[in-house]
């Protein structure tokens, strides 16, 4: 596997390569990472990810300082998926000059997770654009667990009419349910067998729904005050519509479950598709 981190030497690198996958990332990987890399190799010759912490979408509030860098644990993990090129820039390399042109997602932005960190998606697709020109990729995969991101992501490669296949990969989750994530790292022993109590909300509320239920605003509720009962302090669990987000008129329409709460220091995010 071939590091690089600037911006000339990478694009040298994939003058002569055919049909990139690219697999953006921020580092200190594990299994659901993984498997992003062996699903680009299925969809194109030459795969590329990188790792990049991104200032940009973190807000003063949140864990950009403390934030795992393990590069050469990823790098041996990347290897081994037979992940072709690295790229890994440092801030100076990406943001050589303060980065004053940005992509102002729609209001979807504002929703969910957005109404709590503020300028978050903004951060992210405006790094996720500029990855996307400097490495030009035939196609990129992005996790489904970040459901939202995906959206603003899927979104925006449409309407700004790039030539880029955006794939969505599965939820990997523990044996006992809870969704694989770097922060997962920062729950205590005790927290971290909590931790998959937010996976059995959201599928029963998907169970539910599938027994016919119709108010998802009650479901939403009762979800809250289980996981309040439990020491659990949450910022939403939702209903919406997986083709916008919208608050669903019917139940009838496919469905998806999100979720963020935080076990005590450890914010964490979850959905699960009807």
């Known amino acids: 596997m071939q590091i690089l981190s600037s911006i000339p030497d990478l694009r040298a690198a994939l003058k002569t390569r055919s049909r990139i996958v690219f697999v953006p990332t921020m580092g200190n990987l594990h299994a659901g990472h993984i498997s992003l890399m062996q699903q680009a190799r299925d969809h194109g010759d030459t795969v590329v990810a990188s790792i990049f912490v991104n200032r940009l979408q973190f807000g003063p509030n949140d864990d950009f300082d ?11 993990k990347l290897s081994a998926a037979g992940v072709d090129l690295l790229f890994a820039p440092t801030e100076t390399d990406l943001y050589p000059e303060p980065q004053e042109y940005v992509v102002e997602p729609p209001a979807i932005q504002n929703i969910l997770d957005g109404e709590f ?7 992210v697709a405006t790094v996720v654009l500029k990855l996307f020109n400097i490495v030009q990729p035939h196609a990129a995969v992005f996790g489904k667990k970040d459901y939202q991101q995906l959206m603003v992501i899927r979104n925006m490669t449409r309407q700004l009419a790039l030539p880029i296949e955006i794939i969505g990969g599965e939820t990997v989750r523990a044996e006992d349910g809870l969704a694989l994530s770097s922060r997962n790292g920062y729950l205590s022993e005790g927290e971290r067998a909590e931790a998959p109590r937010l996976y059995r909300q959201l599928n029963a509320i ?14 939403e509720k009762a979800a809250i005050s289980a996981l309040t009962a439990a020491g659990w302090k949450t910022d ?14 019917n139940v009838d329409a496919p469905l998806v479950v999100l979720a963020a709460s935080r076990l005590g220091s450890t914010r964490l995010i979850d959905n699960i598709e009807i």
């Not at 934030?67 to 790098?75: A, L, M, N, S």
């Not at 169970?207 to 479901?219: M, P, R, V, W, Y």
């Not at 939403?236 to 008129?249: G, I, T």
């Open 66 to 76: 403390k934030y795992p860098r393990t590069f050469e644990g990823d790098c041996e």
């Open 236 to 249: 939403y669990v939702a209903v919406r519509q997986q083709s916008d987000l919208a608050v669903p008129k």
């Open 117 to 123: 960190r503020p300028g978050h998606f903004r951060g």
């Open 206 to 219: 998907r169970s539910a729904i599938k027994n016919g239920e119709t108010d998802t605003a009650k479901l």
